[in-house]
Nanobody, 125 residues
Framework: QVHVEESGGGLVQAGDSLRISCAASGDTTIRYTMAWFRQSPGQEREFVASSYWSGGAEIYADSVKGRFTLSRDFGENAMYLQMNNLEPDDTAVYYC??????????????????WGKGTLVTVSS
């Protein structure tokens, strides 16, 4: 069992920056594939960015490329999302997902095995 917890959300203005964090408990000798998703009211949960357990280049949704940067602390099974030049359309609950080597496409919410409860990011215009 893996416990996942997000933190760092808040209210910012358009153009501001914010950094959110995710911590995954469990065996720190195991590297997880982790991903950020977000969900706005009335919308489906959508992919934002991901990082594979093996390292390598992160994957980003087109809507956040060039503005968001994902980073990892593999030793702590922690993940961060630096969000720059935020836009009102970025307003959503941001969720951290953890995948346990199931090989599924990380861009789909159904591919994640564990979720946190989310952290709310609100961007005012």
């Amino acid at each position: 069992q893996v416990h996942v917890e997000e933190s760092g959300g808040g209210l910012v203005q358009a153009g501001d920056s914010l950094r959110i964090s995710c911590a995954a408990s469990g065996d720190t000798t195991i590297r997880y594939t982790m991903a950020w998703f977000r969900q706005s009211p009335g919308q489906e949960r959508e992919f934002v960015a991901s990082s594979y357990w093996s390292g390598g280049a992160e994957i980003y949704a087109d809507s956040v490329k060039g503005r968001f940067t994902l980073s990892r602390d593999f030793g702590e099974n922690a993940m961060y999302l630096q969000m720059n030049n935020l836009e009102p359309d970025d307003t959503a609950v941001y969720y951290c997902g953890v995948q346990m080597f199931n090989g599924r496409d990380v861009r789909y919410p159904s591919s994640m095995d564990y979720w946190g409860k989310g952290t709310l990011v609100t961007v005012s215009s």
